[in-house]
Each structure stands twice: as C-alpha cells, then as structure tokens.
C-alpha cells in the first residue's frame, strides 16, 4: 500500500455515537419521565454492579465540556439519541418545555463547535408509561412513536438534517424480548412476535412524520449485524443458526429494505399487519446506519423465547473484555452482506468499538494500546470494503465516553475517554490521540505509534 492508498474518500463522515441513558443522568431532573430502563435497574439482579444510570456520567450537566472533547478529537458528526421520557414524560400528550430545552442548548452547542447532530429519536429508554400500556407489544404504541418523532421534528429540523428512528431494534427483541437480559424483560414468543411488527410500524410511521415536516431531511435506519455462525452441523443446529439469523440479522430490516418479512417467520408475523403497514415500513431510506461489533456464534437455549440464544466464540480467539471476537474481516463481510442483499445502500458504520479493562496510570495516564489495534484493524475492514465499491461514507466510533453499558452497569469501558465515577474527571485515552490524527488526516494510520497527547 502506497501512502495515498491509505486515504478516505474526501467526504468521509468522522464521528462518535452515543445513547441518552448510558451518558445524561439527570433521570428524575426538569420533568423527565421515568423509563423502562429506570425500571429494570431497580430490579434485583438486573444489573451486573448493582448500578443504575441515575447520574452516568452527568452529561446532562456537563455536556459543553464533553463537545470540548468531540471538537479536540475532530469530530464532525456527533450521533445522540433523545430521551422520549425527556421530551413527553408519559409517552404521548403533554410535552416537557425542559426537555426541549435541553436539547436545543445541546444541539446549539454542537453547530457552535463546527460539530454536526445526527439524532437517533429513540435508544430503547421507552416511557414506562407506555411499557404500562403493553409497550412494543401495543400497536398503538407506533402511532405515539409517531406523533413523538413529530414533535422532535417541528421543534429541531430548522437545524438537525439528519435523523434515524430507533436504534438496533434487533437487540430490543433478541437481547430484551427474547432473552431477558434487557429491559422490560423476556417475554413470550407471541409477544415477541407482536413486538416486531409494531417497532416496525413505528419506524415506518417515525419516517413519515420525519418527511411530513420536511420533504428533505436525510432518514435512514440504524441496526447492529454481524455474519452469524452455527453451533454445528446437525440439522437441528443448522435449523437454530437460520432462526438465529432471522430474528438478528433479517426481521427488522427486510421489511424496511426489502418489503417483506423473512420466509421463517412470516406466516406468524402476517395477523399483526393490517392496511398499508408494509408500504409505510418500506419508504425507502437516504441511508443505512450498521452497527457492528462481533461475530455471533449462534446456540440452542431452551431458556429463551424463540429457543435459540447466543454463546462464547471459540477457545483461544482474541476478545474484547465483552468476550467479543476481535475479528475485522466479520465487519468487511457484513458491509458485503449489506451491499448484496440490500441494493447497494450508502452506508454509515453508525457504531463500532470496542471495551478493554483500562486503568490510569501513575502518571494519570490511560495506554489504552488494545483498542488502538482494535479501531486499526476495524477501519482496515472499512478501508478494504470501500476499495471493493461499497459505499461506506462514514465512521461512528462507540464511543466518546466511558458508559453505563445497559445490564453489565460500569464495568465494561468503550470510551476514547476515561471516565472517572467519583469525580466525574475525563482522561483522553491513547485511542483518543489516535483517533484524533486519523481524523485530522483522513487517513488509516499504524496502530504501533505512542499516541499522546
Ligand atoms: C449497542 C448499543 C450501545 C452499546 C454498545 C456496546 O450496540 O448495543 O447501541 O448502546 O452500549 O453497542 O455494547
């Protein structure tokens, strides 16, 4: 590789993604509503550290210093998400004038810093008001969806352009509805199936009240998808990797892409759709936001809904501290498997990161060199997939901060900064100065340099 071939394209989207309740806090300030997450933290061994996101990392209140970072880091898109509770604390009806507020400094701040929002309206913290009313397993529960993207719409698209609706509504089903290890909880495959069409319909109903108000705004989807491998040869493996690869990889974006539901599950999904569902499901989208962290190694657990779970890769394969398989060519094949089936969509790496055990120093320091070689070898995959004529426009690390990461609380770090609980104090790790030069040069640089400040 000569130095040239290790560019971006000039128009390449650099950025960090982040979530409402894993970083802002504040969970009972100024009228916010309570959450299903609220919910599921004060549940007893929901949460591996007995933690719950009540303060976080005090984003709400510190959120000039954090895109003080973003904008020392280059960053040129920023994608956040809003908290619906924030914004309507009961789901639907009465808006909350602070949350607005909110959201407008933030967002001013951000275009202040040369920094572009791309909000995500909805980041799985769904109003427990609406979790009251049957959640996800409610249809009506898509047209409050709806008018809250309405909402956000008429008071932000004078200065946000772009918006996905929700993000990863795979993980909502596989990880929450079909294993329980996210809010609200497991439940049981009927529901799960209700569920999917309804999360569905709200993202067809989101785009559009998006559209409604603006013709022009850039919409698009955020999901997470990674190749999906069986647990063996036997048939009835084989039969649990499709299922797996269904409910993760197909249900929740065929429709959106493709117009229809997945032979597999089609027949059971079909009762739940009524009128012009898939129609409005399938406007077609400006662009396709891909979430990818690891390989799924798919496994037969009696334990979940549909009786398919996942597992630990193999012996001896190098992992993130999540047990996740470093493994950059799984992402290339993704961002293949993206372009092949789904037309060729232009495409954002929307999130990609990894967690590591990372401790300051004597010096105060954070040497973060694992997740240095783990961006290395992840934008390699992008670099190769764009030579390959895919159209990746942009790149989304997860994440700026060290977060509340959902069931496993503060134990696992993402960020490129270190955070500090007790003090609230942000350390750039060595990933940030990396970053930052790969940024500034729109290149993809060797991991082996020290990078510091
Ligand atoms: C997800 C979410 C993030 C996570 C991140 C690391 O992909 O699950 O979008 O909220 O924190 O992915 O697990």
């Not at 916010?32 to 949460?47: K, L, M, Y």
């Not at 200065?159 to 439940?187: D, K, S, T």
């Not at 990818?292 to 992992?319: I, K, M, W």
Request: contains cysteine; negative net charge; charged residues 25%.
């Amino acid at each position: 590789m000569t130095s040239s071939d290790r560019n971006f394209p000039n128009d390449f989207v650099w950025g960090t993604s982040s979530s409402a309740f894993q970083i802002e806090g504040a969970t009972r300030e100024d009228g916010r509503g309570e959450s299903v997450w609220d919910r599921f933290c004060a549940r007893s061994g929901a949460i591996a550290d007995h933690s719950n996101a009540d303060i976080a990392c005090d984003h709400y209140h510190r959120y000039s210093e954090d895109i003080d970072l973003m904008a020392a880091l280059g960053t040129q898109a920023y994608r956040f998400s809003l908290a619906w509770p924030r914004i309507i604390p009961d789901g639907h009806g009465a808006i909350n004038a602070d949350g607005i507020d909110f959201y407008d400094r933030l967002i001013d701040r951000l275009l202040a810093a040369g920094i572009e929002p791309w909000i995500c309206l909805h980041h799985w913290d769904l109003p427990q008001a609406i979790e009251d009313r049957g959640g996800w397993r409610n249809r009506d529960t898509a047209d409050w969806f709806g008018e809250y993207t309405a909402v956000v719409a008429g008071k932000f698209s004078d200065r946000v352009r772009r918006f996905a609706p929700i993000n990863e509504p795979n993980v909502l089903i596989w990880v929450g509805y079909n294993a329980g290890i996210h809010a609200p909880g497991q439940r049981p495959r009927d529901e799960c199936i209700a569920a999917i069409h309804h999360i569905n319909l709200a993202h067809g109903k989101a785009i559009k009240s998006l559209r409604d108000v603006d013709a022009d705004l850039i919409c698009g989807n955020i999901v997470t998808m990674a190749p999906v491998v069986a647990p063996g040869s036997a048939a009835d493996q084989i039969a649990a990797a499709e299922l797996t690869d269904c409910l993760w990889r197909r249900v929740m974006v065929d429709p959106l892409m493709l117009g229809r539901y997945p032979d597999l599950l089609a027949d059971e999904i079909a009762p739940y759709i009524l009128d012009d569902d898939m129609a409005l499901i399938s406007q077609p989208l400006d662009f396709f936001g891909l979430n990818h962290y690891n390989r799924l190694y798919a496994a037969q657990d009696p334990s979940c809904s549909f009786g398919v779970g996942e597992t630990s890769p193999p012996e001896g394969v190098a992992t993130t501290d999540m047990g996740w398989q470093i493994d950059g060519l799984a992402l290339l094949e993704q961002l293949r498997d993206v372009r092949d089936r789904y037309n060729n969509p232009e495409i954002y790496v929307t999130e990609n990161g990894a967690a590591f055990p990372d401790e300051q120093n004597s010096a105060g320091q954070v040497i973060d060199q694992p997740r240095v070689d783990f961006l290395y070898e992840y934008l390699c995959a992008v670099h190769d997939a764009i030579g390959e004529g895919i159209k990746v426009r942009g790149y989304f690390e997860w994440s700026l901060l060290d977060n509340f990461e959902w069931s496993l609380g503060y134990s696992k770090r993402f960020g490129l900064v270190h955070v500090d609980y007790a003090t609230q104090k942000r350390t750039p790790k060595s990933s940030f100065w990396y970053l930052k030069e790969v940024f500034a040069a729109n290149e993809l640089l060797p991991p082996t340099r020290d990078y510091r400040p």
